[in-house]
């Protein structure tokens, strides 16, 4: 069965970078789309990003344009969400899938925190 695990998250001040990684195990990873989403506190669960299987595309959301960038890593099955210039709007916990429709996932796992303050 395919396991993701996310990781990479912590604090980091307003402007700063942080590199997220979603391990799989189970499944290449070659093979799926990718989503990251994200929830911050008393907030709903938004869409990031979608990498398609074939990496035809990656698009991303509006809010995260020009400073997000998903990546993959096939020799270690892991994809990477780099982030930068980071805003404290980005607080939250954030979770990969092997699918980028969200209303198909119905276990979101641990995902990793990301906490964006001065």
């Known amino acids: 069965q395919l396991q993701l695990v996310e990781s990479g998250g912590g604090l980091v001040h307003p402007g700063g970078s942080l590199r997220l990684s979603c391990a799989a195990s189970?499944?290449?990873?070659?093979?799926?789309?990718v989503g990251w989403f994200r929830q911050g506190p008393g907030k709903e669960r938004e869409w990031v990003s979608c990498m398609s299987s074939s990496g035809d595309y990656t698009n991303y959301a509006d809010f995260v344009k020009g400073r997000f960038t998903v990546s993959r890593d096939s020799a270690r099955n892991t994809v990477y969400l780099q982030m930068n210039s980071l805003k404290p709007e980005d607080t939250g916990v954030y979770y990969c899938?092997?699918?980028?429709?969200?209303?198909?996932?119905?276990?979101w796992g641990q995902g990793t925190q990301v906490t964006v303050s001065s």
């Open positions: 189970g499944f290449t990873l070659d093979y799926l789309a």
């Open positions: 899938a092997g699918t980028c429709a969200s209303e198909f996932i119905d276990d």
